[in-house]
């Protein structure tokens, strides 16, 4: 229990370092590949290319979230388990997990596969857009299956206090990823298909790896040796984890209606160059957004172990610590995109007209990025501490309450511009509500507290 015991007795401030940068390292390796990915795809096949990879990337990632819930959800779980010294539930809950993952695994990819044509077009996919996009996705669906189980697997893995086997799980994929990602693409002459097939194969191979962990790695705490698919599924278990989970899933489906609706503005408003441009865009805001996630990442563990040992003290210097982390972060990257906004569209093609919409683009979007970090923890602090309802209602707050309004009505008023100008706009709004929802639930972890020590 090492581990997992830590996470009660170490120095707030270290023990979120040590688990949030095997987390940031992970995730930023998985954005570069995402990063070479989109590169070689502009290289080797153009600004289509990118625009069909940009279309497709929301469609798979919708897929891919229903892991990353249930994994987000079980975690929350098996924190708190752990912080109560409750290990048989830790373990049925890891059991559990794992085989509705499967199942819903089947069913989803089935179902893309079916309805793949009519759900790329709805995620704004033209005429011009269509073949690469579908493309694209046919080849990146398989790995879909394998990216599940790597989100599931991942959460847990964290869960247990060993963010560090995750980091390496990711970086393996990545660097993988990186090494036969231009041997498909250029030297087997494939192109697209070639750049999803190179991400599918790392994601499988990554989830081999995230599946070994749980039978035979020395450092792990729980164990799927015991696993049977034969035994039912505890519906109490999976109704909690779909409960906590429903507020990770909820922000990346509102994501995607956000993603469906700026690709049709976008096409409607400029063309297939914006929409590309978008694309680009949305991987360097992932590069700055993934050491934010790894520090929530690293904190929800912390605070969720804490608050299920009752240890409330700790809860509360974790929010301040993570808080104060994310947001000095968060203030870094807006100086970077602002900065350097040009060079780094450069990097992806040499269109030039694609280097321009996405400089001034990019500029206005990141404008609200200083509290970007403060609106990740604050969803966090719900998730950790098992409060769904919170949770659902910050995940859907920036996107569904203000983006989608706001990206709807603003090009009304100031064309695309107005599209961009909707970014930083929401991120205002939704950290405002943020504050709110966060006071609340530190004045009532500070009632528990006292009330624990009467």
Avoid: C
Avoid at 103 to 124: M, R, S, T
Avoid at 251 to 256: K, T
């Amino acid at each position: 229990m090492d581990n997992a015991e830590r996470l009660g007795t170490q120095n707030i401030g270290k023990l979120l370092f040590k688990l949030s940068m095997p987390s940031i390292l992970g995730m930023l390796a998985i954005t570069i590949y995402n990063l070479a990915d989109t590169i070689f795809v502009g290289r080797g096949v153009g600004t289509l290319g990118i625009a069909g990879v940009s279309v497709s990337l929301p469609f798979l990632m919708t897929v891919t979230n229903f892991g990353l819930a249930i994994g987000i959800g079980g975690a929350s779980i098996i924190s708190r388990a752990l912080g109560a010294k409750d290990m048989a539930k830790a373990t049925e809950v890891l059991n559990n997990l794992f085989k509705l993952v499967l199942v819903l695994n089947i069913v989803l990819i089935l179902l893309a596969y079916i309805f793949i044509e009519p759900l790329l077009v709805l995620f704004g996919a033209n005429s011009e857009i269509l073949p690469y996009a579908k493309e694209y996705s046919s080849y990146a669906l398989i790995g879909s299956f394998f990216m599940n189980i790597i989100n599931l697997n991942a959460n847990i893995i964290r869960a247990e206090g060993n963010a560090k086997f995750v980091m390496f799980v990711q970086t393996f994929a990545a660097v993988l990823n990186l090494i036969i990602d231009p041997i498909f693409i250029f030297e087997l002459n494939m192109g697209i298909k070639g750049a999803a097939i190179a991400t599918s194969l790392s994601q499988a191979l990554g989830a081999i790896m995230s599946i070994w962990y749980f039978y035979r790695a020395k450092a792990r705490v729980l164990s799927m040796k015991g696993l049977s698919f034969l035994a039912p599924l505890n519906k109490v278990y999976v109704k909690e984890t779909f409960a906590i989970g429903a507020s990770s899933f909820a922000r990346h489906i509102a994501n995607s209606l956000m993603n469906i609706v700026l690709f049709n503005l976008l096409i409607q408003y400029s063309g297939s160059t914006a929409v590309a441009a978008f694309g680009v865009i949305f991987r360097l805001l992932m590069f700055t957004f993934m050491p934010l996630f790894g520090i929530n990442q690293g904190f929800m563990p912390i605070a969720g172990y804490n608050y299920g040992a009752g240890s409330l003290k700790r809860v509360l210097t974790s929010i301040r610590v993570a808080n104060l982390t994310a947001t000095l972060v968060s203030i870094l990257s807006f100086v970077v995109m602002v900065v350097f906004a040009k060079q780094l569209m450069s990097i992806f093609s040499t269109d030039q007209e694609l280097i321009d919409i996405g400089t001034h683009a990019i500029r206005i979007v990141v404008i609200a990025f200083p509290v970007i970090g403060f609106q990740i923890i604050g969803s966090g602090l719900y998730q950790a501490l098992g409060k769904a309802r919170g949770a659902i209602v910050l995940a859907l707050a920036r996107q569904v309450l203000f983006l989608i309004p706001f990206v709807i009505l603003f090009p009304l008023a100031w064309d695309i511009t107005g599209i961009w100008a909707a970014f930083p706009a929401a991120d205002f709004f939704a950290a405002g509500l943020t504050l709110v929802m966060v006071l609340i639930q530190i004045r009532n972890l500070k009632r528990e507290k006292a009330a624990l020590q009467l």
